[in-house]
């Protein structure tokens, strides 16, 4: 909360914009690993220290907020988030993230489609599995017909499937003519019709091409849903990502609304963004254009380029659909190293999505073809995303050629897809994170939200520490998780190090961003099933408060309201928080001991104010009477 009777001390000149104290500061920085108050000036850190130490640096300007003796960790940064593609959808979009059941998913869904205006869909994209629920399945054709007789409804599950209602094959245009593409399986009923059910086969392309046909949002609709979407990453205690382009992303068109959010000064969040060619045989063509236009690291802290990916060239892209067979992939080499070379020749680093270790194993062959030119090591930044099913003997090559890597949790959501297909004992190691780690490979956390995982970052660091899935599931053994620090240093330290800004954020040190969350439960403490359940109670992002909630309710920027007024979003929110479970046995008794007590103290609060009687009421239960 604010303090107020502080004197001001500092000349107006010197005094800072903000000042947290009375925290538990995790800084990051080994030279000061703890603190309890920080200060902040034009957008930096001028003092981390103690409340004494920040007292001289308060002006009559200055916002002094208590941390209530609660959790202070660097802000968190996404390695891998679709955050631009997301935040023009997200006001569209109703979440299914962190729903407990199928029941009350429908429910919102039935809700929310009566208020749908005709010629909408109601969508409901990726951020959940069905593992998640109660029931443990999929909605059916019939429950969303039921539920949305006449309004368009398509619901994705992970990059597996697609639900469609009677009325959203018919916007779609499907119909017992329309032939199956390539890579995917409209399925059919008994009589040739479309069932409602489309299948990755293994290519996503027929579940998003889908999509695609749906209304889109349109001018300052575009910002507004893109700066609540911000606002809910840094809920999360988010303060930057790195963009990782993907599919039905085009450059320059769809990142303009970034563009001038970021002119406006209106962004609350930093975004590195990567450039992907949309149009397989035109890549090599999109790639010369780019890279004559720009250079990786143009821009500022809050909105630079990064560089090429996570593809380069369509052909070389395996599916994670794990619910079908890995894909074989023809021969793509020799467009892949025109490509991987012109980046290389012109300074560019790049990203590449690759889930399997065959993919990555012809990958390295073509930059160890280039590496005997002198291209690799060369300075650029570069990266695999995923890996999965990464082995040894890549990492050691991946490790020669000084690469990185980025993993998400992608197998909070697929782990039980991944272990029916190819068991316990590769999910064990899927990926092989601590391995990673031991070669002294910079290792970024990430969520790929929103297709597949939900942009709760909270979720991907329980996945980090604890190997289970939203269905519980233990994936990966203690021998391929990571301890707290580490897991919070993939999703601060390492993505700074991935846009080359590791002396600038992703620690709490002088001179640095100031950039922090302030949290509602302390991470280094709370029971491991609880760290899904964090949520930050202030974020700041510059010196700038960005999200407020609880004591600190009202402290952030206003926001224009939810456009269009029928969306999901105004209506349910984004990521549907949940109670913690986490409680141990013991604590669960000493809580319910406390309730009994209260209740005693209650009662007896009442009897001196005439409103029960002096003494309890005897127990009685007919079923013990003698």
Same mark, same amino acid.
């Given at each position: 909360?604010?303090?107020?009777?502080?004197?001001?001390?500092?000349?107006?000149?010197?005094?800072?914009?903000?000042?947290?104290?009375?925290?538990?500061?995790?800084?990051?920085?080994?030279?000061?690993?703890?603190?309890?108050?920080?200060?902040?000036?034009?957008?930096?850190?001028?003092?981390?220290?103690?409340?004494?130490?920040?007292?001289?640096?308060?002006?009559?300007?200055?916002?002094?907020?208590?941390?209530?003796?609660?959790?202070?960790?660097?802000?968190?940064?996404?390695?891998?988030?679709?955050?631009?593609?997301?935040?023009?959808?997200?006001?569209?979009?109703?979440?299914?993230?962190?729903?407990?059941?199928?029941?009350?998913?429908?429910?919102?869904?039935?809700? &929310?489609?009566?208020?749908?205006?005709?010629? &909408?869909?109601?969508?409901?994209?990726?951020?959940?599995?069905?593992?998640?629920?109660?029931?443990?399945?999929?909605?059916?054709?019939?429950?969303?017909?039921?539920?949305?007789?006449?309004?368009?409804?398509?619901?994705?599950?992970?990059?597996?499937?697609?639900?469609?209602?009677?009325?959203?094959?018919?916007?779609?245009?499907?119909?017992?003519?329309?032939?199956?593409?390539?890579?995917?399986?409209?399925?059919?009923?008994?009589?040739?019709?479309?069932?409602?059910?489309?299948?990755?086969?293994?290519?996503?392309?027929?579940?998003?091409?889908?999509?695609?046909?749906?209304?889109?949002?349109?001018?300052?609709?575009?910002?507004?849903?893109?700066?609540?979407?911000?606002?809910?990453?840094?809920?999360?205690?988010?303060?930057?990502?790195?963009?990782?382009?993907?599919?039905?992303?085009?450059?320059?068109?769809?990142?303009?609304?970034?563009?001038?959010?970021?002119?406006?000064?209106?962004?609350?969040?930093?975004?590195?963004?990567?450039?992907?060619?949309?149009?397989?045989?035109?890549?090599?063509?999109?790639?010369?254009?780019?890279?004559?236009?720009?250079?990786?690291?143009?821009?500022?802290?809050?909105?630079?380029?990064?560089?090429?990916?996570?593809?380069?060239?369509? %052909?070389?892209?395996?599916?994670?659909?794990?619910?079908?067979?890995?894909?074989?992939?023809?021969?793509?080499?020799?467009?892949?190293?025109?490509?991987?070379?012109?980046?290389?020749?012109?300074?560019?680093?790049?990203?590449?999505?690759?889930?399997?270790?065959?993919?990555?194993?012809?990958?390295?062959?073509?930059?160890?073809?280039?590496?005997?030119?002198?291209?690799?090591?060369?300075?650029?930044?570069?990266?695999?995303?995923?890996?999965?099913?990464?082995?040894?003997?890549?990492?050691?090559?991946?490790?020669?050629?000084?690469?990185?890597?980025?993993?998400?949790?992608?197998?909070?959501?697929?782990?039980?897809?991944?272990?029916?297909?190819?068991?316990?004992?590769?999910?064990?190691?899927?990926?092989?994170?601590?391995?990673?780690?031991?070669?002294?490979?910079?290792?970024?956390?990430?969520?790929?939200?929103?297709?597949?995982?939900?942009?709760?970052?909270?979720?991907?660091?329980?996945?980090?520490?604890?190997?289970?899935?939203?269905?519980?599931?233990?994936?990966?053994?203690?021998?391929?998780?990571?301890?707290?620090?580490?897991?919070?240093?993939?999703?601060?330290?390492?993505? %700074?190090?991935?846009?080359?800004?590791?002396?600038?954020?992703?620690?709490?040190?002088?001179?640095?961003?100031?950039?922090?969350?302030?949290?509602?439960?302390?991470?280094?403490?709370?029971? =491991?099933?609880?760290?899904?359940?964090?949520?930050?109670?202030?974020?700041?992002?510059?010196?700038?408060?960005?999200?407020?909630?609880?004591?600190?309710?009202?402290?952030?920027? =206003?926001?224009?309201?939810?456009?269009?007024?029928?969306?999901?979003?105004?209506?349910?929110?984004?990521?549907?928080?949940?109670?913690?479970?986490?409680?141990?046995?013991?604590?669960?008794?000493?809580?319910?001991?406390? %309730?009994?007590?209260?209740?005693?103290?209650?009662?007896?609060?009442?009897?001196?104010?005439?409103?029960?009687?002096?003494?309890?009421?005897?127990?009685?239960?007919?079923?013990?009477?003698?």
């Amino acid at each position: 909360m604010p303090v107020g009777g502080l004197v001001p001390r500092a000349a107006d000149n010197a005094a800072a914009d903000l000042v947290v104290r009375n925290a538990k500061i995790h800084t990051g920085d080994p030279v000061r690993p703890q603190a309890e108050a920080i200060a902040v000036r034009d957008g930096v850190i001028t003092v981390v220290g103690d409340d004494n130490d920040v007292a001289s640096h308060v002006g009559p300007d200055t916002k002094v907020v208590d941390a209530l003796g609660r959790r202070v960790l660097p802000g968190l940064n996404d390695a891998h988030l679709h955050v631009i593609r997301g935040g023009l959808n997200y006001v569209l979009e109703l979440r299914w993230d962190g729903v407990p059941t199928l029941r009350q998913g429908l429910a919102m869904l039935r809700e &929310q489609a009566a208020r749908t205006p005709k010629g &909408q869909w109601v969508r409901v994209v990726g951020g959940w599995s069905a593992e998640q629920f109660a029931e443990r399945r999929l909605p059916t054709v019939a429950e969303l017909n039921a539920a949305a007789p006449d309004t368009p409804v398509f619901v994705l599950h992970l990059y597996q499937s697609a639900v469609l209602n009677r009325a959203a094959l018919k916007a779609a245009g499907f119909t017992r003519d329309t032939p199956d593409p390539k890579g995917g399986q409209i399925v059919r009923g008994r009589d040739g019709e479309p069932t409602g059910m489309l299948l990755a086969a293994p290519s996503a392309l027929i579940l998003y091409s889908t999509l695609a046909k749906a209304p889109v949002l349109e001018g300052e609709d575009r910002k507004t849903s893109t700066r609540h979407f911000l606002r809910e990453l840094n809920r999360f205690g988010l303060t930057s990502a790195i963009d990782a382009a993907g599919g039905f992303q085009n450059f320059p068109d769809n990142y303009s609304t970034v563009v001038e959010l970021a002119k406006a000064g209106q962004l609350s969040l930093r975004i590195a963004y990567h450039l992907f060619p949309q149009t397989a045989g035109q890549e090599i063509d999109d790639l010369t254009r780019w890279v004559e236009m720009a250079r990786p690291e143009d821009g500022d802290e809050w909105l630079r380029l990064n560089g090429a990916g996570e593809n380069l060239t369509w %052909a070389a892209a395996d599916f994670e659909n794990f619910g079908e067979p890995r894909p074989h992939l023809a021969d793509y080499e020799a467009e892949f190293e025109k490509a991987v070379r012109l980046l290389m020749e012109n300074g560019w680093g790049f990203r590449l999505h690759a889930t399997y270790d065959e993919t990555i194993r012809r990958d390295l062959a073509v930059f160890e073809k280039l590496a005997a030119e002198g291209l690799f090591p060369a300075g650029n930044r570069w990266l695999f995303d995923h890996a999965e099913t990464v082995s040894a003997d890549s990492l050691d090559r991946i490790a020669a050629l000084r690469g990185a890597m980025s993993v998400q949790n992608r197998l909070s959501f697929q782990g039980e897809a991944f272990v029916r297909r190819y068991g316990p004992g590769a999910a064990a190691d899927a990926p092989p994170i601590r391995a990673m780690l031991e070669r002294g490979l910079t290792v970024g956390g990430g969520t790929d939200a929103t297709r597949v995982s939900t942009y709760n970052p909270w979720v991907a660091l329980h996945w980090l520490i604890t190997g289970r899935t939203v269905g519980d599931l233990v994936v990966r053994p203690p021998h391929n998780r990571v301890d707290r620090r580490t897991a919070l240093a993939m999703f601060t330290e390492a993505g %700074a190090a991935l846009t080359g800004e590791e002396g600038v954020k992703g620690v709490l040190r002088p001179g640095f961003l100031g950039d922090l969350t302030v949290l509602s439960e302390d991470y280094f403490t709370v029971p =491991e099933p609880d760290i899904a359940h964090i949520e930050a109670l202030l974020t700041v992002v510059g010196g700038r408060i960005v999200y407020a909630a609880g004591e600190y309710e009202g402290l952030d920027e =206003e926001l224009p309201p939810v456009s269009p007024g029928w969306s999901p979003v105004a209506h349910f929110g984004g990521y549907q928080a949940t109670p913690s479970s986490g409680l141990s046995g013991a604590r669960q008794a000493e809580l319910l001991g406390q %309730a009994v007590s209260e209740s005693e103290q209650h009662r007896q609060w009442r009897a001196r104010r005439g409103l029960a009687p002096e003494t309890a009421s005897t127990f009685f239960d007919p079923c013990f009477s003698l």
